[in-house]
């Protein structure tokens, strides 16, 4: 079997997790050269610990470039601390007048509360990154290598945990606003409401996008292993508690040669957890892609697997 339907013209946003060492940032890079092809594509991480440039034997850092030698596709490694300390630095006029009257903190208490982090803000500053990337509408697909299953799950979970944060501000917002319209008998919107406005728009159009299957798709990458299996059994079911449903897998490392000692115990030792694969999820497409003699690394051998994951 091969990845099927990722060149529909709706599909933006493509998704790689897993567990760490399965292969995520391998199957990702592959699928943004097939789609490259086609379809001018932006290959994005947000994985703390970036990987794009040793994959692509090429320097990926915090700014969109080209990946050399494929015009169609270009590449960013997403720094969520930078974009939170950005956020901080461009609101920190909202946020020290939302404690300022809302709070009874002094100056010294409110400026070491800003230097705190907003729960679930740097995760959502990453996917705030790539929503923005989709509406600019500089490309066509949109490719996602996320860190391992713990980090992709916070990711996935940030809006809400944002949400909750707005609920709270809102809250506090709605006290000084009956203060301030029981003594003058008017209220007027400031940069702070539109602050909170401007995040609550932010968690929807992630929820929207992230919830739409006709607009993105998620794909784990497992291996032939109990751990592997069981952490990708876990990611999906909470996947499935935010409306974010897969359809399709990758079993990445399979080994198929028959050459040698260690080859043989390998393969037989697998079928195992290639069979326990293929019962624990009946209803996906599954996309075998077997062990590599060699680590990949470099464009010659991410072609290779992109062969393997598309079927030519």
Not at 55 to 84: C, K, M, R, W, Y
Not at 146 to 160: E, Y
Not at 192 to 216: A, F, G, P, Y
Request: aromatic share 6%; with cysteine.
């Amino acid at each position: 079997m091969a990845l099927s339907g990722l060149e529909n013209n709706d599909l933006k946003l493509i998704i790689f997790g897993g567990k760490g060492g399965v292969g995520k940032t391998s199957c990702a890079i592959a699928t943004a050269l097939e789609l490259s092809k086609n379809f001018k594509t932006l290959l994005i991480s947000t994985d703390p610990a970036h990987s794009l440039s040793d994959s692509l034997e090429q320097q990926i850092g915090p700014s969109v470039q080209e990946v050399a030698g494929h015009t169609n596709l270009a590449a960013i490694e997403v720094d969520a601390d930078v974009a939170l300390s950005k956020f901080k630095t461009d609101h920190h006029s909202e946020l020290k007048k939302l404690l300022e009257t809302s709070s009874n903190l002094d100056n010294q208490d409110i400026d070491d509360m800003l230097t705190l982090s907003i729960p679930g803000i740097d995760e959502v500053m990453s996917f705030k990154a790539i929503i923005d990337f989709i509406e600019e509408g500089n490309y066509d697909k949109y490719v996602v290598d996320t860190a391992p299953t713990g980090h992709a799950l916070r990711l996935i979970s940030s809006p809400k945990l944002l949400d909750d944060w707005i609920k709270v501000a809102v809250k506090m917002r709605w006290k000084y606003r009956y203060m301030v319209t029981s003594f003058s008998g008017s209220y007027q919107i400031d940069e702070v409401d539109s602050l909170l406005l401007s995040l609550k728009k932010t968690v929807k159009r992630i929820e929207n996008m992230l919830r739409n299957t006709t607009k993105s798709e998620f794909i784990p990458v497992c291996i032939p292993e109990a751990m592997a299996i069981l952490e990708t059994s876990r990611l999906l079911a909470d996947l499935g508690k935010s409306e974010i449903i897969a359809h399709q897998i990758i079993v990445n490392h399979v080994m198929v040669s028959d050459e040698g000692d260690f080859c043989q115990r390998k393969k037989a030792g697998q079928l195992k957890y290639i069979q326990q694969i293929g019962e624990t999820f009946s209803l996906f497409n599954k996309v075998e892609v077997p062990e590599f003699t060699e680590e990949i690394k470099g464009l010659e051998s991410l072609s290779q697997l992109r062969k393997f994951l598309f079927g030519n």
